[in-house]
Every structure is written in structure tokens, then in C-alpha cells.
């Protein structure tokens, strides 16, 4: 190729259509590595960086950098051209900058840039910046080439912006959906507790009616059981905050998990006498090391769900050996969960839309379960089939010598 004839059509067709794909690629990325791989065959650089004025049109951002040749090698401050990328933006024109030390032996120390403003129609969008160390200078031919590629670059770098801010409006939508669903569903679980509570204490309390004892009892277990549903909620709300915030404190020591689902079993029998639970354990059962108080919590919010879903029906657990740790199996049969919403059980106030309205819930247990889990490196996963039955399946890491 000649420096006095510029780049060949060809090369320019060739470019042209890898950045029209490029800018049809939804990742930076991936677009810029087709660029820079078709033109390396027609230009010599050690880096190249495509910066781009950042939403507050304050500051530079990199969105896609490449060091090839002795750029792999060279100092941060020396390669990049941070500076020299904002006079280019200064300037709004091509620059060329040589090295300060000519004379210097070490290649790395002679930095020659070229930087070429990225404009669309719109706006300036950024700059883009080529490296040389040691030389040769930028040739007539290497400028024109590089001004053909950042006309380019320009249509990607504002379609890569325009992306990352429909990225910005779908996070802030999603949270301020978060925010609704959370109010939502704090209002309605609140209410109805409250309402319980409120509605028979009030009752009690008129002076026009004589209540005799049992229906007092009756009254007050009513009262009992709503504020104890009150309370779970409030624990729920606290401790999905804290996860969320990484503050929730574990305490992890080696411990058995049949010892632990013994004793959730006995307090579960405490309050439901009812429920008939069969368990399979394994003689062989590693140690895992985890939060005891923790992990109870985690099988006492599933077999309360058995409870809520599944009454007056068999539960069989089963705890073996499996995969470099130990797995708990918690089966009912209840009348299973519908395949397209197994994959949300595990998401933040997500409730099952064909359960009954009446079973109190606020769609954080489940998600609280994966949450600890999570902390423990361990897995949480549901199957099921409608009339059939649910299983729970969770699986904790057995560290080396327990």
C-alpha cells in the first residue's frame, strides 16, 4: 500500500462492513475486536483506545482498549494517552504527538499517538487513540485510514451510549417496580394480621356482650397466631434487608445436619402435632461447616411451607452423601407447583399465584433460604409436579477434614 495514495477501496469496503456489523453487536467489545483484527493487516499499532465522553459530558471513559505487540508490555501511564486523548477532544481534530525522549534506547519511552476525534452528526462522542512505541512515524496513509475508521467507531461508541442508558432506565425502572411490589405486598401482609388482631380485641372488649370462656380462648389463640404471623413478617423484612446489605452475621462452625433437622423437626411437632414426617439418613453423612442457627432456619421455613401447602400430609426427608458435601431432600405431597413458576420460587416477594389467598405469606422465605444458602456455598433447587408433590433439594460443601 502506498502512503501517498491513501487506503486501497478494498481495505474500505472491508472495514465498512465489519463495523456495520460492529454496530450491530450489542456488546463494544465483540464489535471493536473484528475492527482491530482486519486492521492490523493494514496498520501498524502497539494500543489502541476508543474513549468516549461520559453521561455527565464532564469526563473520558474507556469503553475498549487493546494492547497488541509491545504494547502488552508498556506502563499504564505511558500507553493509553489519557492525556493526549483530551486535547484531541479540545481540539476536534486529528493530532499527531512524537516522543519527548528521542534519544532514548528503550522503545517503550518513545510513544508516538494519533488521535482522531469520534464525531456523528449529532455531537462530538468521544476520541480514538493509536499507540506506537519505538516507530515508525504516522504516516499521510495511516491518518486517512484512521479518520475513515472513526467516522465509524463514532456510529458504535453512540449506539454503545445509547444502550448503557436504556440499561440505566431498565435497572431504575426495575427498581422502582421493586419499591411498588415491596409496598404493595408490606401493605397487604400488614393488614391482615393487624386486621385479625385488631378485629377480635376489639371484640372482646365490648361492654354490651359477655363472652364465655371458650369462645375467649378461641378469641385469643386467634390473636396469638396473628401475632406471631406479624412477627414472622417483621424477622422476614429484617433479615432479607441484611442479607441484601451482606450484614447478616454467620457463625460457622462444623456441624451435623441431622442434628439440626432433629431439632426443627421437634419444634415444628410443637406447634403442628399433626404432621407426619418420615426421615431416610444416611450412616455416612458428612460434617458441613455452616451457621447451625442458620441452616435451621432455612428447614424450618421449608417444612412450614409443607405445613401452609401441604397439610395433613406425609413429609419425607431424606440426608445423604453427595458431590464433595451433604444433601437434604424435603418431599411432600401436596398438589405441586405449576413447571413455569419453578423458576421464580427462589426470587424476592414472588408467591405462587395459584395458592390459596387465605395461606399467609409474603414471598421472602424461599428467598431468604437461597440467601443463606448462598453464603454457605452451598444450592437450593425445586422440582415438582402438579398433584404430585414438591421436592426441595438443598446441598451444602463438605470442607476437607470434617
Not at 431432600?329 to 413447571?339: K, Q, V
Request: hydrophobic share 40%; aromatic share 6%; with cysteine.
Amino acid at each position: 500500500m502506498s502512503s501517498k495514495e491513501g487506503p486501497e477501496p478494498a481495505v474500505l469496503k472491508d472495514l465498512q462492513t465489519i463495523t456495520r456489523l460492529a454496530i450491530h453487536s450489542t456488546r463494544m467489545k465483540e464489535g471493536m475486536e473484528g475492527i482491530v483484527s482486519s486492521l492490523r493487516a493494514e496498520m501498524i499499532f502497539d494500543n489502541l483506545v476508543v474513549y468516549a465522553i461520559d453521561s455527565d459530558a464532564e469526563n473520558l471513559d474507556v469503553v475498549y482498549a487493546r494492547a497488541l505487540g509491545r504494547g502488552k508490555s508498556a506502563g499504564p501511564d505511558a500507553s493509553w494517552g489519557e492525556d493526549f486523548a483530551s486535547k484531541v477532544m479540545q481540539a476536534q481534530k486529528t493530532l499527531l504527538h512524537g516522543p519527548s525522549d528521542s534519544g532514548s534506547e528503550d522503545r517503550l519511552k518513545q510513544v508516538f499517538l494519533l488521535g482522531v476525534p469520534l464525531r456523528t452528526r449529532e455531537e462530538l462522542e468521544g476520541a480514538l487513540i493509536f499507540i506506537r512505541f519505538g516507530g515508525p512515524e504516522f504516516t499521510e496513509n495511516d491518518i486517512l485510514l484512521a479518520e475513515f475508521l472513526a467516522t465509524q467507531v463514532a456510529a458504535l461508541v453512540k449506539i454503545h451510549k445509547m444502550e448503557r442508558q436504556i440499561q440505566t432506565l431498565e435497572i431504575q425502572n426495575q427498581a422502582a417496580q421493586l419499591q411498588e411490589d415491596f409496598i404493595n405486598t408490606i401493605t397487604h401482609e400488614l393488614r391482615s394480621p393487624l386486621g385479625f388482631i385488631k378485629g377480635y380485641t376489639t371484640t372482646l372488649l365490648r361492654s354490651d356482650t359477655d363472652w364465655n370462656e371458650k369462645t375467649q380462648k378461641e378469641f385469643l389463640s386467634i390473636i396469638d397466631q396473628e401475632t406471631d404471623n406479624l412477627q414472622d413478617l417483621i424477622g422476614n423484612l429484617l433479615d432479607s434487608a441484611r442479607l441484601q446489605s451482606g450484614q447478616l452475621p454467620m457463625d460457622f462452625q462444623a456441624v451435623r445436619l441431622d442434628s439440626i433437622m432433629n431439632g426443627v423437626i421437634q419444634r415444628i411437632k410443637s406447634y403442628h402435632p399433626e404432621i407426619k414426617i418420615l426421615e431416610e439418613i444416611s450412616a455416612d453423612v458428612p460434617k458441613v461447616q455452616g451457621d447451625s442457627r442458620r441452616l435451621a432456619q432455612v428447614f424450618e421455613n421449608l417444612l412450614g411451607n409443607t405445613v401452609k401447602y401441604a397439610p395433613g400430609l406425609d413429609v419425607i426427608i431424606t440426608i445423604r452423601p453427595e458431590k464433595a458435601g451433604a444433601a437434604v431432600y424435603l418431599r411432600d405431597h401436596g398438589p405441586g407447583i405449576a413447571p413455569e413458576y419453578l423458576p421464580h420460587l427462589f426470587e424476592r416477594f414472588f408467591r405462587v399465584p395459584d395458592h390459596s389467598p387465605s395461606v399467609h405469606g409474603s414471598g421472602l422465605g424461599l428467598y431468604i433460604c437461597k440467601q443463606i444458602l448462598d453464603a454457605h456455598g452451598g444450592s437450593i433447587s425445586a422440582e415438582s409436579e402438579l398433584g404430585q408433590g414438591t421436592t426441595f433439594r438443598v446441598w451444602l460443601p463438605s470442607p476437607a477434614g470434617l
